[in-house]
T-cell receptor
Framework: DQQVKQNSPSLSVQEGRISILNCDYTNSMFDYFLWYKKYPAEGPTFLISISSIKDKNEDGRFTVFLNKSAKHLSLHIVPSQPGDSAVYFCAASGGNGNKLVFGAGTILRVKS | DAGVTQSPTHLIKTRGQQVTLRCSPKSGHDTVSWYQQALGQGPQFIFQYYEEEERQRGNFPDRFSGHQFPNYSSELNVNALLLGDSALYLC????????????????FGPGTRLTVL
């Protein structure tokens, strides 16, 4: 039972353009969502988060959008840079659980 | 300010053996969670420790056990290793005291790569 899904295994974007990474969830009890970036041989690095009481959160080049009715969130990176190339994980938590539930990840390649 | 640290970096064991992985949380954090990341998948929650007790557990067998020490560091023990236990084991720390919610933001260590032959 995959409660958090990232349906795009990979995404390739030109440097300077926008990268949009998508994530869908099925559990209505989730009320906090996070994005992590992971380089090879390193642990996931926290990027940005959003609470279910908001529909947008922005931090520099990174913006996360939440559409609760569609159970969908997205991460926008503008402008994309070659150093953004990594695996991006969407994660969710909430309800009576204290754990993070992760998607399978999307590999982002930013071409220069 | 040291982040989350884990040891060892890599480990090779054979089936049936036992392994202990270690984690030191970020300064100021009191809660430690362990995750298993298999190749090509996202991290999966194993269990979480706060005040030296297991607060919540994911869908992992009893072969997986843990411990948290008074200084908030933690160990993950896996008994009777199977080939399928080969994975990257990640430790994440967070603070219940300041946020009131353990999972608002968890910070991860670099992981321990376990290979079972």
């Amino acid at each position: 039972d995959q409660q958090v899904k990232q349906n795009s295994p990979s995404l390739s974007v030109q440097e300077g353009r926008i990268s949009i990474l998508n994530c869908d969830y099925t559990n209505s009890m989730f009320d906090y969502f996070l994005w992590y970036k992971k380089y090879p041989a390193e642990g996931p690095t926290f990027l940005i988060s959003i609470s279910s009481i908001k529909d947008k959160n922005e931090d520099g080049r990174f913006t996360v959008f939440l559409n609760k009715s569609a159970k969908h969130l997205s991460l926008h990176i503008v402008p994309s840079q070659p150093g953004d190339s990594a695996v991006y994980f969407c994660a969710a938590s909430g309800g009576n659980g204290n754990k993070l539930v992760f998607g399978a990840g999307t590999i982002l390649r930013v071409k220069s | 300010d040291a982040g989350v640290t884990q040891s060892p970096t890599h480990l090779i064991k054979t089936r049936g053996q036992q392994v202990t992985l270690r984690c030191s949380p970020k300064s100021g954090h009191d809660t430690v969670s362990w995750y298993q990341q298999a190749l090509g998948q996202g991290p999966q929650f194993i269990f979480q420790y706060y005040e030296e007790e297991e607060r919540q557990r994911g869908n992992f067998p009893d072969r997986f056990s843990g411990h948290q020490f008074p200084n908030y560091s933690s160990e993950l023990n896996v008994n009777a290793l199977l080939l399928g236990d080969s994975a990257l084991y990640l430790c994440a720390s967070s603070s219940l005291a300041t946020s009131g919610r353990v999972t608002d933001t968890q910070y991860f260590g670099p992981g321990t790569r376990l290979t079972v032959l």
